[in-house]
Nanobody, 124 residues
Framework: QVQLAESGGGLVQAGGSLRLSCAAS????????MGWFRQAPGKERAFVAA????????YYADSVKGRFSISRDNAKNTVWLQMNSLKPEDTAVYYC?????????????????WGQGTQVTVSS
């Protein structure tokens, strides 16, 4: 099992950037593929990005491809989501996640572990 804690959310203007961080407990982060999901009020929780256990493979939702970038440092037990060119439709609670399954399964399959979420609000 792993404990996840997100940080870095806030209010930004459209076109701006924000960097989210996810701190994972323990020293075995490399056992997990990691991902980011987001959920707006009244909407389904949606996949945003995923990264493989070693950080060599990444996957992105079409809506964020080219704007967001996921990265990880297993030595620091940390995963980041760099968000650029933010749009109002990016407004949501963003959740860090982890799974023992391959990272590509996070595109459509919910992970086993979730953080508490951090609010991202993008103004027009």
């Amino acid at each position: 099992q792993v404990q996840l804690a997100e940080s870095g959310g806030g209010l930004v203007q459209a076109g701006g950037s924000l960097r989210l961080s996810c701190a994972a407990s323990g020293r075995t982060a490399s056992r997990y593929a990691m991902g980011w999901f987001r959920q707006a009020p009244g909407k389904e929780r949606a996949f945003v990005a995923a990264i493989g256990m070693s950080g060599g493979l990444t996957y992105y939702a079409d809506s964020v491809k080219g704007r967001f970038s996921i990265s990880r440092d297993n030595a620091k037990n940390t995963v980041w989501l760099q968000m650029n060119s933010l749009k109002p439709e990016d407004t949501a609670v963003y959740y860090c996640s982890a799974t023992v399954r391959p990272a590509n399964l996070l595109v459509l399959t919910p992970p086993e572990y979730w953080g508490q979420g951090t609010q991202v609000t993008v103004s027009s």
